[in-house]
T-cell receptor, first 113, second 110 residues
């Protein structure tokens, strides 16, 4: 069953903690993306990766970090430097960057305690 | 800078009505435009993808049009059903990643 999986579904973070959100795809897509969604807002791009071992900052990258060591995996770390991390995080992938349909995972809801 | 606007922000209709959701964008240099559906607390489901060279796409009761020159797209839903209740998002692909509107929340009453 092809698709994108994200885990965990819900995540709670204490002040000062780093947390990592998982994103895995078995669609054999080269490009992967992380978006953040806040209530009443459109999705905003955090980071994207066109290929293994490459990634680029999006519009709101401050306080986040990523890695792309494997084609199928693109984990996102929310660091303590991110001052307002409570949000819904969505991972997506596409065959390549630019001009291709993007497919989304089910999301992770992060709450700061 | 590309900006995407969706009007209205919310819409309530009785079951069976045909309806139109609007999306506008400021820069016509796009690869494509996608319409998504999002149910509360869930991820995005792709509904329709219109390439920049196309004028419209159809899937079942859904029809999306694209007018690049005027920076507009519409999503037409025929014979609406309560199960169509959700937030509908449009997004344009300008090459880096998708740029989203804030969505239209649709409520269809039985």
């Amino acid at each position: 069953d092809g698709g994108i999986t994200q885990s965990p579904k819900y995540l709670f973070r204490k002040e000062g903690q780093n947390v990592t959100l998982s994103c895995e795809q078995n669609l054999n897509h080269d490009a992967m993306y992380w978006y953040r969604q806040d209530p009443g807002q459109g999705l905003r791009l955090i980071y994207y990766s066109q290929i293994v071992n490459d990634f680029q900052k999006g519009d709101i990258a401050e306080g986040y970090s990523v890695s792309r060591e494997k084609k199928e995996s693109f984990p996102l770390t929310v660091t303590s430097a991110q001052k307002n991390p409570t949000a819904f995080y969505l991972c997506a992938s596409s065959p390549q960057r630019g001009g291709h349909e993007q497919f989304f995972g089910p999301g992770t809801r992060l709450t700061v305690l | 800078k590309q900006e995407v606007t969706q009007i209205p922000a919310a819409l309530s209709v009785p079951e069976g009505e045909n309806l139109v959701l609007n999306c506008s964008f400021t820069d016509s240099a796009i690869y494509n435009l996608q319409w998504f559906r999002q149910d509360p607390g869930k991820g995005l489901t792709s509904l329709l993808l219109i390439q920049s060279s196309q004028r419209e796409q159809t899937s079942g009761r859904l029809n999306a049009s694209l007018d690049k020159s005027s920076g507009r797209s519409t999503l037409y839903i025929a014979a609406s059903q309560p199960g169509d209740s959700a937030t509908y998002l449009c997004a344009v692909d300008a090459g880096t990643a998708l740029i989203f509107g804030k969505g239209t929340t649709l409520s269809v009453s039985s």
